[in-house]
Each structure stands twice: as structure tokens, then as C-alpha cells.
């Protein structure tokens, strides 16, 4: 059921069962972001992922249960002030 209760369990345990993780990068490991790969890395492989990895497992298994998801894009602007990055 798409329902706010289901949304917040669902995320509890999507983070309590896959960790974040970046090594494929530093391991030279490309990191396809399709369906098939996240889903062979993330689940079957049961390792983690970073956050487009995350995401995109995430969105797909809310859009399968029925949720509408739109995805955005953001960055991290470390140790700056908003004045430092106008949009």
C-alpha cells in the first residue's frame, strides 16, 4: 500500500539492510546505474552503494509498490556559506 506508513517503514529497513558504501571507484570497478546492476550488487551481492546507487534502488522499489517518485539533484557545498553558492 503507498501510504505514509508503509513509505517510513520501508526506508527504515531499505537503510538497516544496505549500507553506503563508494569502494568500486577506488577499486577501478565501473558503477552502472542500471536496474539489473543494482539490483545484482546491492541485493544479490549484498553489498552497499553510493548515494546514485542508493537512490535508484530506492526509487525503483517505491514506483513498483505503487509510490509516484521524482527525483532531484543536489550537492554538497562543504564547509561554505549560502553566499558562496548562489543558484
Known sequence: MADLPTLRAVHALHV???PFENFSPFLGEAVPLDTAS???KMIKKR??????EQNGLFKLILEEM????RTILARIHWMSSP???PR
Do not use: H
Not at 553489498?47 to 546514485?52: E, F, K, L, S
Not at 505503487?66 to 517518485?69: E, I, S
Open 16 to 18: 538497516a539492510a544496505i
Open 38 to 40: 543494482l539490483e545484482a
Open 47 to 52: 553489498r552497499g552503494g553510493y548515494c546514485y
Open 66 to 69: 505503487g509510490f509516484g517518485v
Open 83 to 85: 553566499q558562496d553558492n
